[in-house]
């Protein structure tokens, strides 16, 4: 397997290790070889953080949701929230109630082959391309993004708010008011893309409970940006970031 791919797999799976339903049906679909070549994004935020889909599949717009018991004391806002999230993302769901289930395997068999119907039937229409993720040096994505700040995770998501994917990150005002993306990478020497927001001035907060650690941001994520799952071919930096060419001059 690739070792950008792998890295980002490892992190969606890790993005759901305190749900132990979502790991024990979601998790066995993304390490599944056979699906090797569809991405998945975990816990992905939708109309501005208001809602999180467990596991969502952009290429064949497909969207999957664990429903543990309390589900069934909501369900008129879990049609809602349906109706909103498939308006946003033009996508279908497929919702996993887990009273309902009585062999975790033959569901996880199941939502397999839901996920490979919907791939033939894209590429009967041509309209399907591999997840294949490609490699970039810092220069290239600097260039390509010139008002862009790029973070490497260095945490955990923990009991104080600390979400790797946002900060917190110790960066000026010029930087926080004239940057438009916040990419997060994760891994070692050759890390790779996780995740990819859209920011603005208005999306930065100092860190709460220790401000002094900096700032985090609220951007909304792009499921579909080009940079996801994308790896550095090298962090040869000795910092946790660095910037696109615009922001570096100011």
């Not at 889909?53 to 049609?79: F, M, S, T």
């Amino acid at each position: 397997m690739d070792k950008y791919k792998k890295q980002y797999l490892l992190e969606q799976v890790n993005r759901l290790k305190t749900k132990n339903y979502e790991i024990g049906f979601l998790a066995p679909l993304m390490m599944d070889e056979d699906l090797s070549f569809v991405m998945p994004y975990t816990q992905f935020e939708v109309l501005n953080r208001r809602y999180k889909v467990d596991l969502y599949y952009e290429q064949i717009k497909l969207a999957i949701e664990i429903y543990e018991n309390h589900h069934e004391y909501q369900i008129d806002g879990d049609d809602l929230r349906i109706k909103e999230i498939s308006g946003e993302l033009g996508c279908s769901f497929e919702i996993v109630k887990v009273s309902d289930i009585e062999n975790i395997y033959s569901e996880i068999k199941r939502l397999k082959k839901v996920i490979l119907q919907k791939v033939n039937e894209l590429k009967k229409q041509n309209h399907f391309v591999d997840w294949n993720p490609v490699s970039h040096s810092i220069e290239q994505v600097q260039r390509a993004y010139p008002n862009a700040i790029f973070f490497q995770a260095t945490g955990q998501i923990d009991n104080n708010g600390y979400d790797p994917i946002r900060g917190p990150i110790k960066i000026d005002e010029s930087k926080r008011s004239n940057a438009d993306l916040f990419v997060t990478y994760s891994g070692g020497t050759y890390p790779t893309i996780i995740s990819v927001c859209c920011i603005n001035e208005n999306t930065w907060n100092a860190f709460d409970p220790d401000p002094n650690r900096g700032f985090y941001q609220t951007g909304n994520e792009i499921v579909n940006h080009p940079l996801i799952s994308s790896g550095m071919t090298q962090w040869n930096i000795k910092s946790n970031r660095y910037y696109g060419d615009n922001l570096k001059k100011t």
